[in-house]
C-alpha cells in the first residue's frame, strides 16, 4: 500500500518539477519538455491535490485561481514610494542626462549604465515573505495603490515561490505586466465573439482593464506577462549588492523573469548606441515598449544621486517617438478598388506618429465605422506601430463638436453613381458598375500590368488613368492595341518612352498560365490561388469549362473562390477579353500533365531551383510539384535535387559542397519523362 508520506512526496516532486520548468521556460527561455509533457505532469498533480485535498497547499503550481474579494480592491500603502522617471526625447537630452549624472559624482563621463527597455503596461510591486508570494499591489499615485494578489497570482510568468533559500526573508521586486501583440489581438477577437462589446484600444489598456478584473478567475484567461526590473527591499537575509546589474541577475535566479534585452553600457554614446539598436528591434517585438531606460549601475552612485522630486536622479527614460496620436477627422471619402469594393478612407489633419506623418487612414468598411461611430469633425487616436498600416483606435467623444451627426454611408458609387450593393453580411459594399466603372476599369489595368501579373514594365498609375480617361483603353485587351503615337501624345510622354513601353507591352505576351490567371484580377483570386489552378488544371480552356467540384479539388479552394471563378468565366464579356488577349499574342508554355505516383523519382522530393532556365521557373515548379514532388528556396541536408540553369550563383556551390545531385535541364526531363517540356 501507498502512505501518505509516499504521496506527500509525490506530490512535492511534481511541484518541484513543474516550478523548475516554469523557470526553464519563462525566465531561461530554454524548455526542457514540451507543453503537452508540461500538462501531464500538471495533471498529475491536479488529481493528486483532489483525491487528498489536505495536501492542498498556497504556493502550489496549480493553486492559481482564488477568490474573488468581496469588497473590491482594498488599498495598500507602499513602504517605499513607487516612483516614476524623468523622460528625454533627443540625442542632447540623454548626453546632458549623462554630464549631470557624472558632475554630481565627479567622475569621468564613462560611468556604467544598465540600459534596459521601457516595457508599455503597467507598473506592479509584489512582495515575497519566506519565499512565498505575499502580497502584488498596483503602483496606484504611487504611494498608495490596489491590491492585486489574487490577480498577479493566475499570471503563469510570476512564481507563486522563489527558487533558493528564502527562510524567514522579506523581499520587494517590482515589474511591468504587460499584453503581447498576439495575446491583444486574440483578447479582442474574443471580446467581439462574445459580443462583449468591449475591445481594448491597445495592449496596455488591455493588460491593465485585466488586471483589475474583480474576479481572478477573469484574468487569469487573459494573456498577461510580466518582467521585473528591480529589486526593492531584501530583509532578513544575508545579501550584498554593489550594483543594479547584481542584483538583476539575483532576481532572475530567484525565478523572477527579467527582460533579456537589457544591457550594461557605458556613457552617453553606450546608451545612444543602446537606443539606436533597440528601436531598430522594437518593430520585431512581440511586445509594446516605448523607450529605453537608463540606470547608473553602482548602487553607491545611485545613493549618492538621490531623487528630485518624484524620480531618481540615476536613472532616465529615453523616449521612441509615439505610436498613437490625436488628430481631427477632415473628411471621410470612399475608395473604389479593382473589384468595386468600396472602403472608406478618412482625412486627417497631418500627424506624426510612429516616425512617419499619416494624412490618411483607412476605415476599413461600412460596420466599422459604424461600429465606432466615427464622423467628420471628430477628434480620433491614431495608431501607427511598426509597419502595420495607421488605424484609428478611439475616437475622442468629449472632443465631439456640437450639432455633429453620424457618417451617411453613400449609397451610390463616387465615381459612376452606380448602385452600391452589399456581400452577404453586410460587410463589403461593391459598386455594382462593373468595367462600366472608370475606378475599377483603372485598378483593374493596374493591376494587369503590376509585376507579379503580366508585368509591364512603366505602365504605372498615372498612365493608366491618362489611357482609361482618354479613352484608349477600356479593356485590358486594348492594351495590346496601343499604338505608339496615341502613347507619344499623352502628357509626358515622347517618342523614346512610348517605345520602351511598346517594347514592354509586347515582352508582357510571353507568360505563364498563373500569371495570366492571376492578371485577370478574377475576385478571391491571388497569387497562390492561381499557381494551385494553373498546377491543377494546366490548360485555360478546362479550366474555363470546370464545374464548382472540379474547382474545389484544388487546394484551398473552397466554395467562395470556385463560385467567383466560375462565375468570371461564365460572362461573356470576360470570355471576349481573354480571346482577344489570346488573339494579341499572349501564350504560355504548355504544361504536361503527370498523375502523381509514389513510384515517380519525384514524389516526395525536395527540390532547389537555380539560375537562368529557358522557361521561366514557374513551368519547373509546377512539373515538380505536379509528380509529387516540392520546390524549396534555399539548399539544405534536405534537398534531394537542385536543378541548375545559367550563372547559377552561391545555392550550387552550397549543393555541390554538400554533395547534393545537380540536374541541367536534359537530365531533369529525362528523370521526370514527360515528353516534350
Ligand atoms: S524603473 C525609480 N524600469 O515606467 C525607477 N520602469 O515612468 C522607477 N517602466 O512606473 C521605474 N519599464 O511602469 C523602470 N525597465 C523599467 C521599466 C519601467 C517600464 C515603467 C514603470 C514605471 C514607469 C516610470
Known amino acids: 500500500m501507498v502512505s501518505t508520506k509516499d504521496i506527500a512526496s509525490q506530490v512535492e516532486s511534481l511541484r518541484e518539477q513543474l516550478r523548475e520548468h516554469n523557470y526553464r521556460y519563462y525566465v531561461l527561455d530554454d524548455p526542457e519538455i514540451t507543453d503537452a509533457e508540461y500538462d501531464r505532469l500538471f495533471k498529475a498533480l491536479q488529481k493528486l491535490e483532489q483525491q487528498f485535498p489536505d495536501l492542498v497547499t498556497a504556493d502550489s503550481p496549480t493553486a492559481r485561481i482564488g477568490e474573488k474579494p468581496d469588497k473590491g480592491f482594498s488599498q495598500i500603502k507602499h513602504e517605499i514610494p513607487m516612483l516614476s522617471l524623468s523622460n528625454a526625447f533627443s540625442e542632447q537630452d540623454v548626453i ?12 569621468p563621463d564613462n560611468i556604467e549604465f544598465v540600459a534596459e527597455p521601457k516595457l508599455d503596461g503597467l507598473a506592479v510591486s509584489l512582495i515575497y515573505k519566506n519565499g512565498l508570494l505575499f502580497q502584488a499591489a498596483t503602483r496606484g499615485d504611487g504611494s498608495t495603490g490596489e491590491d492585486i494578489t489574487p490577480n498577479i ?10 527558487r533558493g533559500d528564502f527562510y524567514s526573508s522579506k523581499i520587494e521586486v517590482r515589474g511591468e505586466v504587460i499584453m503581447t501583440h498576439a495575446g491583444f489581438k486574440k483578447l479582442n477577437q474574443e471580446q467581439d465573439e462574445m459580443r462583449t462589446g468591449k475591445r481594448y484600444v491597445n495592449p ?8 483589475r478584473q474583480l474576479d481572478p478567475a477573469i484574468t487569469a484567461k487573459r494573456p498577461l506577462e510580466i518582467y521585473f526590473y528591480s529589486l526593492d527591499q531584501f530583509e532578513g537575509i544575508n545579501l550584498k549588492f554593489t550594483t543594479h546589474i547584481e ?22 554614446k553606450g546608451c545612444l548606441k543602446a537606443h539606436q539598436q533597440l528601436a531598430k528591434k522594437r518593430q520585431s517585438l512581440a511586445y509594446d515598449i516605448d523607450g529605453i531606460v537608463y540606470k547608473a549601475n553602482r548602487l553607491d552612485y545611485q545613493n549618492s544621486l538621490g531623487f528630485v522630486a518624484r524620480a531618481p536622479r540615476w536613472a532616465l527614460a529615453h523616449k521612441f517617438p509615439a505610436q498613437e496620436e490625436t488628430t481631427i477627422v477632415k473628411s471621410i471619402e470612399v475608395q473604389v478598388g479593382r473589384t468595386g469594393a468600396i472602403t472608406p478612407v478618412a482625412r486627417l489633419k497631418p500627424v506624426f506618429v510612429g516616425g512617419v506623418t499619416v494624412s490618411n487612414v483607412t476605415l476599413h468598411n461600412k460596420s466599422e465605422i459604424e461600429r465606432q461611430d466615427i464622423r467628420v469633425g471628430d477628434t480620433v487616436v491614431v495608431r501607427r506601430a511598426g509597419d502595420v498600416i495607421p488605424e484609428v483606435v478611439k475616437v475622442l467623444d468629449e472632443m465631439r463638436p456640437e450639432h455633429s451627426t453620424p457618417y451617411v454611408f453613400p449609397s451610390q458609387c463616387p465615381v459612376c453613381d452606380s448602385e452600391i450593393v452589399y456581400e452577404t453580411s453586410e460587410v463589403i459594399a461593391r459598386c455594382s458598375g462593373g468595367l462600366y466603372c472608370s475606378a475599377q476599369l483603372i485598378e483593374g489595368i493596374k493591376h494587369f500590368a503590376s509585376r507579379k501579373a503580366m508585368d509591364i514594365e512603366g505602365l504605372g498609375s498615372k498612365l493608366v488613368e491618362q489611357l482609361v480617361t482618354e479613352g484608349h483603353v477600356k479593356t485590358v485587351a486594348d492594351i495590346y492595341h496601343l499604338s505608339k503615337d496615341s502613347i507619344a501624345n499623352l502628357e509626358r510622354m515622347a517618342d523614346k ?3 520602351k513601353l511598346i517594347d514592354a507591352i509586347e515582352k508582357s505576351k510571353s507568360t505563364t498560365l498563373a500569371k495570366f490567371l492571376y492578371s485577370l484580377g478574377i475576385t478571391h483570386v491571388g497569387e497562390t490561388t492561381a499557381q494551385a489552378l494553373a498546377n491543377e488544371f494546366a490548360d485555360l480552356g478546362v479550366l474555363m469549362v470546370a464545374d464548382l467540384e472540379k474547382l474545389q479539388a484544388v487546394d484551398d479552394v473552397g466554395p467562395v473562390v470556385s463560385h467567383s471563378v466560375a462565375n468570371f468565366f461564365k460572362e461573356s464579356h470576360n470570355i471576349e477579353v481573354i480571346k482577344k488577349l489570346i488573339e494579341s499574342g499572349v501564350h504560355w508554355p504548355r504544361i504536361e ?10 514524389y516526395n522530393k ?21 509528380a509529387g514532388g516540392k520546390v524549396t528556396s534555399s539548399v539544405s541536408r534536405n534537398t534531394d535535387y537542385v536543378l541548375a540553369g545559367e550563372n547559377p550563383g552561391s545555392k550550387l556551390d552550397k549543393a555541390m559542397n554538400l554533395g547534393t545531385e545537380i540536374l541541367d535541364e536534359d537530365r531533369f526531363h529525362q528523370l521526370l519523362g514527360a515528353g516534350d517540356n
Open 593 to 602: 500533365k503527370v498523375p502523381v505516383s509514389e513510384d515517380h523519382e519525384f
Open 247 to 268: 542584483k538583476l541577475a539575483f532576481i532572475k535566479n530567484a525565478g523572477l523573469r527579467v527582460n533579456p534585452l537589457l544591457k550594461v553600457v557605458n556613457g552617453a
Open 96 to 107: 546632458a542626462f549623462v554630464k549631470r549624472v557624472c558632475d554630481r559624482l565627479g567622475s
Open 153 to 162: 497570482k493566475t499570471v503563469r510568468s510570476v512564481p507563486l515561490s522563489l
Open 606 to 626: 525536395s527540390f532547389v531551383i537555380t539560375g537562368t532556365l529557358s522557361k521561366p521557373r514557374e513551368v519547373y515548379s509546377a512539373l515538380i510539384k505536379r
Open 204 to 211: 496596455r489598456n488591455a493588460a491593465a482593464g485585466s488586471l
Open 497 to 499: 518612352s512610348a517605345q
